[in-house]
């Protein structure tokens, strides 16, 4: 029961033992899933403390100093390296403590009292040698805390470390050399500091001379810090690899067999047969969710698959693996039923991506004036003397299949093939023998040399349960007309009721309200600036031209959902989508789409991993 005292609410509790129990709360420390994130911080304030006590000349600030002096020059100059390496790896286990990473609490419980009494040698520092204890002591104390499992290797992490490792030992190095500017011989110019850097750091002498001979200081930091990053560069190079998930075969089997039941459900559900995702299986064995771990982002695409009364199981094994791991969870295109289901099970929260574009065969026609623009392109085009065809995967010959593989590739504008969410990456698979091409042919002109003959065009579509496609690729040759991809899908969705076909999931429109209501007679400043904004960004991404060739189509549009753990998580997330589906090219990025996409999208300038539909 409350009372009122003084005219405030009171629940009859002294405020004496309010402060004790504040107090305590406090004693106790961080909640033990905050601690691995208290001492990421704490580890990056002791790296700094340990690189500023070897690069900052030694001056006397305390009686230590006396009896420090004692020790070999040497002892003092290798205590200095010493500082100096201890901060850097300490910087460097700082992300994987945050992330609770068992390897790296082993390494800074190892590295942290070193680098304690290398402060207290050559600096003669209390209160960085109290502060590198005092985390050791804490590691020790909060062990259980620090319990994930390392992630699957990378190829490119050395390169990435050699690159940044590099950089950091020069700039650090050129720092020491400086600091020792008042006991070099003459003046050394800049260039000539930069020479002796790079030599020291290769383990030989510089130019620069100094007054006592050699400066063992700055040659033992220069020699540590090259040390450090060969050695690091090498672990990362040759470290055992941590196996990385992979689809078995045993899996794309299960999933199959649940797709063959419940695949009507998602549009995107046979793009969880994509060999480099991975699965996890609820414990009864009828659900599952695929997965790519991307930059520490453990990223489920689309809903789960099979039974939708045993979705939480495998929701439930999926978290737990990310928890294991201390992988931040996150879905990427979920649709309105799967992202309930996901943040009812897992407090996860959702946001409204976009919307996929769902063409339902029996309400498609070309007739009328919404479709005029799509009717009179394809009619010019087939003039032209183009011919199409649709066909299962099953009913192609061997030289035909091959053709369109070949082409496939050829066609390509980016090295690697791109995709996550809705790419399949691959064709002709012997197990996917339902999945349907589309084709459009032109028999070349005299003296027209065409390395695939009469092909120009294919579009691949994967199946969506039993009489539904997706799209899934779209390619075509440079040279043919205009329209190829509005002709190839007007041919698919004529031909599709002979096929079996009655619901077709075209593509997906990022941010596709967002760019609807900005466009509307008296939308807000609020809407108008972010359609802008979208705006710009399609100059690089195609988000809203790739809205509009959609919309030729008039279909109907389901709402996708991304669901991730906090707000501050979504950058980190949007970021691995990104990577996930290929898009985080750095001259892809630099490049200006051309001109003639900034009005209309003729889709066959779309790569197929640029019809992606969760950008």
């Not at 593989?405 to 691959?426: H, P, V």
């Amino acid at each position: 029961m409350s009372v009122r005292v003084d005219g405030k609410k009171s629940d009859g509790v002294p405020e004496g033992t309010k402060r004790l129990s504040r107090l305590a709360r406090i004693a106790k420390g961080p909640r033990p899933e905050a601690v691995p994130t208290v001492v990421g911080w704490v580890g990056i304030i002791v790296g700094l403390l340990n690189i500023a006590a070897g690069v900052i000349p030694r001056f006397r600030v305390s009686k230590l100093h006396t009896w420090a002096e004692v020790l070999p020059g040497t002892v003092t100059q290798l205590a200095a390296a010493g500082s100096i390496v201890v901060g850097i790896l300490v910087l460097m286990l700082a992300h994987g403590l945050k992330r609770a990473k068992k390897r790296a609490w082993l390494a800074a419980v190892i590295v942290l009292p070193i680098g304690a009494a290398a402060q207290l040698i050559y600096r003669h520092s209390i209160f960085g040698t109290i502060c590198s204890l005092a985390m050791f002591a804490y590691l020790v104390w909060h062990k259980p805390s620090f319990t994930a499992l390392p992630d699957p290797r990378s190829r490119w992490k050395w390169v990435a470390n050699l690159i940044i490792m590099g950089g950091v030992s020069f700039t650090l190095g050129w720092i020491i050399v400086g600091s020792q500017y008042k006991q070099m011989v003459g003046d050394p110019s800049i260039l000539e500091q930069i020479e002796h850097v790079i030599w020291g750091l290769f383990g030989f002498e510089g130019s620069i001379r100094y007054r006592h001979g050699v400066d063992y200081t700055v040659a033992y930091s220069l020699g540590a810090l090259g040390l450090l990053t060969v050695a690091s560069t090498a672990y990362l190079a040759f470290r055992p690899a941590y196996p990385a998930p992979v689809l078995t075969e045993e899996d794309e089997d299960k999933l199959r067999e649940m797709l063959a039941k419940h695949g009507e459900r998602d549009s995107l559900g046979h793009f969880a047969l994509r060999r480099d995702k991975s699965v996890v299986f609820s414990p009864s064995g009828k659900a599952a969710v695929s997965y790519r771990v991307v930059s520490g982002v453990m990223l489920a695409s689309g809903d789960p698959i099979g039974d939708v009364e045993a979705w939480p199981g495998a929701i439930e094994q999926f978290m737990l693996l990310a928890k294991q791991h201390s992988w931040t969870p996150a879905v990427a295109g979920c649709s309105e039923t799967g992202g309930e289901v996901w943040t009812r099970e897992t407090g996860l929260d959702a946001l409204e991506m976009g919307d996929e574009a769902i063409v339902d065969v029996a309400d498609f026609s070309l007739s009328g004036r919404s479709m005029r623009n799509v009717r009179q392109m394809v009619k010019r085009i087939e003039r032209n003397g183009y011919t199409t065809k649709v066909r299962r995967v099953g009913d192609l010959t061997a030289e035909e299949l091959q053709a369109v593989q070949k082409a496939a590739n050829a066609w390509r504008d980016t090295e690697d093939e791109r995709g996550f969410s809705m790419a399949l990456g691959r064709i002709g698979d012997p197990k996917d023998l339902d999945a349907i091409i589309a084709t459009a042919h032109k028999d070349p002109e005299e003296g027209e040399d065409l390395p695939f003959g009469d092909l120009r065009a294919m579009q691949h579509y994967v199946p969506w349960g039993k009489d539904g496609s997706s799209l899934e690729l779209m390619r075509r040759d440079r040279s043919a007309d205009p329209g190829m991809n509005e002709l190839l899908i007007v041919a698919f969705l004529q031909a599709a009721p002979g096929i079996g076909i009655k619901r077709m999931s075209l593509n997906f429109a990022f941010f596709r309200s967002a760019l609807e209501r900005g466009g509307k007679l008296g939308a807000g400043p609020v809407v108008r600036v972010q359609r802008a904004v979208l705006i710009f960004l399609s100059r690089w991404f195609q988000i809203e031209s790739l809205y509009k060739f959609n919309e030729k189509f008039r279909p109907r549009w389901e709402p996708r959902f991304v669901a991730f753990p906090t707000s501050r998580d979504l950058p980190r997330i949007g970021f691995a989508m990104m990577q996930a589906e290929g898009f985080l090219e750095l001259p892809r990025l630099l490049r200006r789409r051309p001109a003639e996409l900034k009005h209309s999208l003729d889709a066959e300038q779309v790569d197929a991993s640029e019809v992606t539909r969760a950008a």
